[in-house]
């Protein structure tokens, strides 16, 4: 692994395709840029097996956030397939948190024909190996080769245009480097957020107009007003570095932020899905004071108030020019809000780190916590009457949810929500279908899956024909995407669950105004994807009750395009025509749920 704040000499490449052993000259391609890329050194990593087996997935979580660059190996059969699209999504996510240099695409179709595939593909950095494939495999060996010698972390946005590694303690944020460049993949960075932060699936687009602002009365007004906004920015810095210690603040006044931190889903999910969520911390601290000669400051994640011990250190800094930008991960992708809700920095010796916080609070400096204090107004859960704080709501919603782990369905609301949104888009890809001639056997199942995930196995048997077995795991299968009878449910569907954990946290007295905001976006999103869910639910009651031979008829066609099309979006959302960005889905939402649990940095009192 590269030494922190500084980029790998010899990068490892994942290969993402989905060949099968008849797609001879692909073959060869694939072979031979995997030879060329070797012969540079490079370490190149390519699944065994085609990417609609069931262990590819698993296969590249493990292995891609240990690599550098991810290579879409681009082929009709890959355009289509559901496998891939997630792969490239994923591997996107990382290049979004700094984790991967960069996500490109080689074209390797060999006749040529036009292939329908996501339009976030287009974005990226693209080598056309179509038609002269020698050629485009030794420009694609250039651009990592540009990749070899290390740059720290501290050069120049030029020298790193097209290198965003993860910033190491006391860097500037990693969106800094903010040159445009055509060896990098969107990221984070290049988006507007808030209103409504777009998905990391496209990239923002726009151009910019120059002006000449010196020749015309307009220009000059404009001069005016940039040397009066200059101003006041240098007198706002003037007054911020006026508090350079919370010591400083006197008693009364108005509490002072020094910034915030927030957890992030780095998307790597396990089988049982309770790793990969609110496993990274994102902190952004500001006009942070400096410890005394011999001190340092030390960063903790600490337990509830109820639980002592087991303080996680996430790290020893000094300030630079009174800025902390940390992104920590946890080296084992588990859930950290399942375990912490309290944030503190502890001013003690430089000499020795301790392996948990000083007891001696007058050494505390800055601290956070997500609130705690039972809401007096009650809530009935099942035949219970509960008092829940806005961290037990936000657990539910993100780490676990104690009606569904009654299931054994751990991991919280927010990613089975996601995760089964997302097998809905893939059963629709399939019961669309890409080959001629198409299998109406595997096609009637898919439609089947659709309705018991949405409907819930109590539910289905309503609108799939008499006799209709369960084809999805009927544990899993227990809550539905949607609730058609609440009654007749063990749980809330998930979207409706969800619902109801946002309207009790918002009307919490604790929630802050941030939360309020988010919470609505999350919600006018949610009853977006339920009006998606909606209607692929009406074109599978339909279709489901079809004959094999009317569903390999022509005239269904419209039908299931609409089934996938609505399916699509309910997942990943949709691009504003305007602005080019994606936003909405399920994707969206479950990226930015954790900032629900967003922490405030305040002095620290006793």
Known sequence: MPKRGHVMSSPGVFICHDLDTKAHQELQILTRLRQRLEETGTTVTVYPGRASDDGFLPFLNQTLPDLQWFILFQTPAAAQSYQVRMAVNTALKLLEQRRLQGVVRFLASADG?????????????????????????????????????????????????????????????????????????????????????????????????????????????????????????????????????????PAGSTIISYGHLQFFNTGLTGADNTTGICDGLDIHLQNLGTPQNGQSFYAWLLRDK???????????????????????????????????SRFLITEESASLTPDSPTADLTRWRYYAEIPQVPDPQAETVGNTTVHYSNLDHLRHLLSGEPQLDQLSLHGGLSVWFFENVSKIFEWASTARGTGVPRDATEMHNALVKILDYLDGTELVAQDV??????????????????????????????????????????????????????????????????????????????????????????????????????????????????????????????????????????????
């Open 113 to 249: 024909s036009p292939v329908e595939m996501p339009a976030e593909w287009t974005s990226l950095p693209t080598f056309d190996g179509s038609y002269d494939y020698p050629r485009a495999i030794e420009k694609l060996v250039l651009t990592l080769e540009q990749d070899r010698a290390p740059l720290p972390v501290s050069a120049s946005p030029q020298a790193v245009q097209a290198l965003l590694p993860t910033p190491s303690l006391g860097s500037s944020p990693a969106s800094t480097p903010s040159t445009p460049t055509s060896l990098r993949s969107p990221g984070q960075a290049d988006y507007d957020r808030p209103v409504l932060p777009p998905n990391r699936l496209v990239p923002f687009g726009g151009s910019f107009r120059d002006f000449d602002f010196g020749t015309t009365e307009r220009g000059r007004a404009i001069i005016g007003l940039s040397f009066l906004l200059v101003a006041t920015l240098v007198l706002g810095t003037v007054m911020a570095l006026l508090l350079t210690h919370p010591s400083q603040t």
């Open 465 to 606: 024909p008499r006799g209709t077995p369960i084809l999805v795991d009927p544990t899993v299968g227990r809550v539905p995407l949607l609730t058609l009878d609440e009654k007749a449910l063990p749980v809330p569907g998930y979207i409706r669950h969800i619902e109801l954990d946002l309207i009790a946290l918002t009307s919490s007295p604790h929630s802050s105004a941030a939360q309020r905001q988010l919470a609505g976006q999350i919600d006018a999103e949610l009853n977006r994807v339920k009006a998606n869910l909606d209607q692929v639910r009406q074109d599978a009651r339909q279709l489901v009750n079809m004959s094999p031979k009317q569903l390999l008829a022509s005239s269904t066609f419209p039908l299931l395009d609409d089934l996938l099309s609505q399916a699509r979006t309910a997942f990943i959302g949709e691009v504003n025509p305007a602005t080019g960005v994606r936003s909405g889905g399920a994707v969206w939402i479950f990226d930015h749920m954790p900032e629900l649990a967003a922490l405030n940095v305040t002095p620290y009192k006793t």
């Open 306 to 340: 109820s639980q002592l011990g087991g303080a996680l250190l996430l790290s020893k800094f000094t300030p630079v020019h009174g800025r902390l930008d940390l992104r920590y991960t946890s080296p084992n992708h588990q859930n950290l809000l399942a375990s912490y």
